[in-house]
């Protein structure tokens, strides 16, 4: 099973530049059918407080996008879409769609970054969840997420196999993206890919660094400062055999550990 994961600079609140950008570079990519895209945080608007100007209605442009980019390609790919919630507020999510064109999962996040305003613009969601890739399941975070490592390991307990985050992580904290990423892996012994963007915007300039994490923490692939797309063949009997060798989460306190959805597996 392969991961990419896609990275790129974002036209700041500019969704059809923002989809005509990231439909031309997975294009060039020799990208199999049934793999798991990744694509960044907001990719469609970049990381704004804006609600009013950005949030899309349920099946807005940029999910008509991840829908019809997801059945021409073949792929599950995942991409930040800006909602609204009926409060007014935004819903940042994380939206799957599958290879038939389909809504696979939907993710919103559960700790917006409150130190840069986005907890007053955006609603928390409810919490972590799971879907199915394959035999593979998966539990996606967004961004600020990735601080709290109390949200991933519900989703270990409920049998994730790989961790998802979908950034816009900023170049001045950009080794603590690094570090984080490795240490959920490492904590929950399962494949962990983040992926960022790079570029400015009117705060923040972002340095990239996407990256695919293994079950020890070790980096398969790392897509730098430059515009493009990494990959990685997901190795989970390797992981298996891990667990097995060095069963950690046997030890898990369950009680500590809330369970999280599941999401039906769609067609």
């Not at 990419?4 to 439909?23: G, L, V, Y």
């Amino acid at each position: 099973m392969k991961i990419f994961c896609c990275q790129h600079d974002i036209a700041w609140e500019n969704p059809a530049a923002n989809h005509a950008k990231a439909k031309a570079i997975l294009a060039a990519a020799d990208i199999p059918r049934g793999s798991l895209v990744l694509l960044a945080e907001m990719f469609a608007c970049g990381f704004s407080m804006n609600v009013p100007a950005i949030a899309e209605r349920a099946g807005g442009a940029t999910e008509r996008f991840l829908a019809d980019t997801a059945r021409e390609l073949g792929i599950y790919l995942m991409g930040g879409v800006v909602g609204q919630a009926p409060s007014g507020r935004g819903r940042n999510q994380a939206v799957v769609f599958s290879p038939a064109g389909v809504e696979h999962a939907r993710y919103c996040k559960t700790q917006p970054f409150a130190p840069g305003g986005e907890a007053a613009a955006y609603e928390a969601g409810p919490g972590p969840l799971v879907f199915p890739w394959g035999e593979c399941l998966v539990a996606p975070f967004i961004c600020y997420d990735l601080r709290f490592p109390e949200i991933f390991r519900p989703a270990g307990r409920a049998g994730a196999r790989l961790m998802t985050v979908i950034a816009s992580w900023p170049d001045a904290r950009l080794a603590h993206w690094v570090k984080l990423l490795q240490a959920r892996a490492i904590e929950n012994q399962c494949w962990v890919a983040g992926v960022n963007r790079i570029g400015t915007d009117p705060q923040f300039h972002y340095s990239g660094r996407s990256l695919i994490v293994n079950h020890q923490g070790e980096i398969v692939a790392d897509a730098g400062d430059r515009e493009g797309v990494i990959s990685a063949d997901v190795d989970f009997a390797a992981m298996d055999a891990y667990r097995q060798d060095k069963p950690f989460l046997a030890d898990m306190r369950e009680e500590f550990v809330p369970a999280v959805p599941r999401m039906p597996r769609a067609a």
